[in-house]
Structures are given as structure tokens and as C-alpha cells.
């Protein structure tokens, strides 16, 4: 009877002791999910939140503007590849930081990569496919988004964290190159801003533009006009207020587009693409390093189907990139250049040749690699760079190079494209 009185003690001493232990095993954090970085944002179009999940993580010229590394938290490396997080197809843009680090884009995503490309990090999904995306360092980047539903609309997408965060600056007044000479000061073709993207003001351009301007910073840019079978490359130092024709060429050919591409104030890569016919597409590429007082012709690609390169005659006997099509220009420096070449009735149809000193001479590569939907092509210097292959119905392959562009190995194939 003396135990039983002293029984409810023992009891209450025993369900303290209970309660201790419960209240320690729940405050122990579960380890999976400390390792989770919390989801963010939605998919929305405002300029205020982030897009996507927050997972972490060139240039027409390298980036000049302030490195932000020593104030913005450094991308973690990627821990597992992308796929197993999401679906990396319909690759769309390309920008190496280094050439082990750089981003990819499709229909609606953004990944980056910091071990040459093996492993990759979903950083942004949204509903709108990415057609350009540029870095002016590890860091800060931006990309081009054009509207699901309207693809006459394309929005600015920044980061200033290497890509953790992604945000919608505002909409984007053109679908021209974007460039950024520093964080606040960047170009669309004819367009300029000074706030980052927020706001755009535009230069003046003369009648009969073939393409799109090209601006170095704001007094430089280049145009090429097509009048009465004459092709002519102008130039403006006044920021559109004035241009002077420092190129005159005729042609044989129609004048269907041009691309421009600038490594310094006084550099300026000029492409003109001419008629296409029996899946062939004729073009030319000049280049100047002195601001147009002299010009060296670098390419000219007459095709049986598609007739003589613009500004050359039928017979003219030049240089000839590989392939019956142009692929990506990419600029290095006002030395280096380099261009993919695409032939659609070929079995490897993606080829990329180069110039070593500015466009006197050039190196066809010694590959030929597959992909039936073209490539795209970025260089991080003279010697390395990537190719990224697209295919309708075959994964995309990226090809990394240390020799220039003459040989290209496989570092990693995307998912499955969507049926």
C-alpha cells in the first residue's frame, strides 16, 4: 500500500523524462532538408521577385564593366546533372564565362555549368523561350526572352548573383544582339540604356538598312545599306547623329541580312548574307580594324544554288568557310574570328572555321559533326570554346575545343528533344 501512494510520482516522473526526449528529437534539423534551398517567386512578368527556382549556379567584346565577384555570393558548384531535375532540350542560346563555366537556354529555361559543361544547374524556368543570353562576368548576365504568347515581344532577364536569381528588368525594344559595356550601360541594336535595361533610348538610322545596327559603345556603330545594286557599310562616331559610307561594293547578289560583330571602337566584322536555293545560302564577311579605312576581304561563299556572294563577282576566287550555309560569327578580338559552317545535305552537316590575323587568312577545322538543326557556336579566347549541336529529334550535344576550332570533343548530350 506504501508503493501504491507513492505511485503517481514514479508516473509523472517517468513522462517527464519522455517529454525531455521527444523535445530533443524534434529540434534536430532533418538533414535533407537543410540541404533544400527554398523555392522562390513565381513565374510571373513583374519587375519585382525572382523567376524560376533559386538554385545557383562575352561577348560581342569581353565584358569591361566592375567584376562583382567580391560582393555577390559565388555560384555553387552543380551537384548533380540537370536532368534529373529537369529537362534540358530545344537549346536555344549559349555564353561561356570561362571555358569552364558559361550558361545554356531553351524553350523556357536557363542552366549553367562551372565544370566545363559534364554537370549542369537548372537556375530559371518560366514560360517564355530564350534567344540570346550574354555575361559580362561570372556574375552579371542578361537574357533575351521572347513572349509565349506573342513572339513579336521580347523581355530583358538579369542576375547579379551568377545566376541564382533571375528577374524581368522590363521589355526589350527590338529583337537586335544585346551587349553590356558594364553593369548599367548595354545595347540592342540601335537602342541604348544607361539603367540597366529599365529604360531604352534610340539612335538614328538612314534609309535602306539591310539588318540590324550594331553599336560598339555610344558613339560607335556600324549599318549596311543596299541601294541600286550596291552594297555600302557606314559608320557613325556621333552616335547615329551623322553616318559616312566607308565601304562601297557592287553586287550581283540581293542583299537579304547582315550580322555585325565589333571587338574595339575601331573594329567591325561585317557579314552579308546573299539568296539561298537547293539548300544552299550564299554570303560574304569583311573586316575592318582601323574604323573603315581599309577593309580586308575575309570570306566569299558563292553556292551553285543560291548564286555569288554579295559584293563579289560569280567567278571571284577567296576565301571559303566549309559548308553551304553560314553558321554563328563569333568574334575574339580584332585578330581572331571564328564561323560555323552548315551543310543540311550532309551526313555531319556542322563545321567551324577561323582566322588567325583579322581575315588574310583562314583555317577550315578538320571535323565535321552531326546535328540536323545547325549548331551554336562560343569562343572563350583563340583556343577554346564550345559547339552545342541541335537536332529536330536527337539530343544536343555539347563539343568543347582547345586547338582552335580544328578538333572537338564531347563532353555532354542533353535530354531527348519533345516529340
Given amino acids: 500500500m506504501k508503493w501504491l501512494g507513492k505511485q503517481p510520482l514514479v508516473v509523472l516522473f517517468l513522462v517527464m523524462i519522455l517529454s525531455i526526449a521527444a523535445g530533443c528529437s524534434s529540434s534536430a534539423p532533418s538533414s535533407a532538408n537543410s540541404a533544400q534551398p527554398p523555392a522562390s517567386g513565381t513565374e510571373g512578368t513583374g519587375n519585382s521577385g525572382n523567376t524560376g527556382t533559386t538554385q545557383p549556379g562575352e561577348t560581342g567584346s569581353k565584358g569591361t564593366g566592375s567584376d562583382a565577384s567580391s560582393v555577390n555570393p559565388k555560384p555553387s558548384t552543380p551537384d548533380k546533372p540537370v536532368s ?62 521572347v513572349k509565349a504568347d506573342d513572339a513579336s515581344k521580347r523581355e530583358l532577364l538579369q542576375t547579379s548573383d551568377g545566376g541564382a536569381h533571375w528577374s524581368v528588368v522590363g521589355p526589350l525594344p527590338n529583337a537586335g544582339f544585346i551587349h553590356f559595356m558594364s553593369k548599367q550601360e548595354g545595347f540592342s541594336a540601335n537602342a541604348y540604356t544607361t539603367d540597366g535595361g529599365k529604360s531604352w533610348t534610340t539612335f538614328g538610322l538612314p534609309e535602306h538598312v539591310v539588318g540590324d545596327a550594331y553599336f560598339h559603345d555610344k558613339s560607335n556603330g556600324w549599318i549596311v545599306t543596299a541601294e541600286d545594286k550596291k552594297i555600302y557599310v557606314k559608320r557613325t562616331t556621333d552616335g547615329g547623329k551623322s553616318w559616312n559610307t566607308v565601304l562601297t561594293r557592287d553586287t550581283e547578289a540581293f542583299l537579304n541580312g547582315t550580322v555585325i560583330r565589333s571587338a574595339g571602337a575601331q573594329d567591325a566584322w561585317v557579314e552579308l548574307i546573299g539568296d539561298s536555293g537547293m539548300s544552299q545560302t550564299s554570303y560574304s564577311l569583311f573586316h575592318t580594324a582601323d574604323g573603315g579605312k581599309n577593309w580586308q576581304p575575309v570570306l566569299a561563299n558563292s553556292t551553285a544554288g543560291a548564286g555569288p556572294a554579295p ?46 590575323d583579322g581575315g588574310k587568312t583562314w583555317v577550315n577545322g ?54
Avoid at 123 to 128: I, L
Avoid at 322 to 336: I, T
Avoid at 389 to 397: E, M, Q
Wanted: with cysteine.
Fill in 311 to 356: 559584293g563579289f563577282p560569280a567567278n571571284y576566287a577567296g576565301n571559303k568557310n566549309e559548308g553551304s550555309k553560314p553558321g554563328d560569327l563569333y568574334v575574339v578580338d580584332p585578330k581572331v574570328a571564328f564561323m560555323g559552317g552548315y551543310c543540311p545535305a550532309c551526313d555531319n552537316p556542322n563545321t567551324v572555321g577561323s582566322t588567325p
Fill in 84 to 145: 534529373e531535375s529537369g529537362a534540358m532540350t530545344n537549346l536555344t542560346a549559349v555564353r561561356l564565362i570561362d571555358p569552364s563555366a558559361g550558361w545554356v537556354g531553351g524553350n523556357g529555361w536557363i542552366a549553367r555549368t562551372d565544370d566545363g559543361g559534364k554537370q549542369w544547374k537548372m537556375q530559371y524556368s518560366g514560360k517564355d523561350g530564350i534567344a540570346q543570353i550574354f555575361a559580362l562576368n561570372g556574375q552579371d548576365a542578361w537574357a533575351s526572352a
Fill in 366 to 419: 578538320k571535323q565535321q559533326l552531326p546535328g540536323s538543326s545547325g549548331a551554336m557556336l562560343a569562343m572563350s579566347d583563340a583556343k577554346q570554346g564550345w559547339l552545342i549541336t541541335k537536332d529536330a529529334t536527337k539530343p544536343s550535344v555539347m563539343y568543347t575545343t582547345s586547338d582552335g576550332g580544328q578538333n572537338w570533343t564531347a563532353v555532354h548530350t542533353f535530354d531527348q528533344p519533345k516529340s
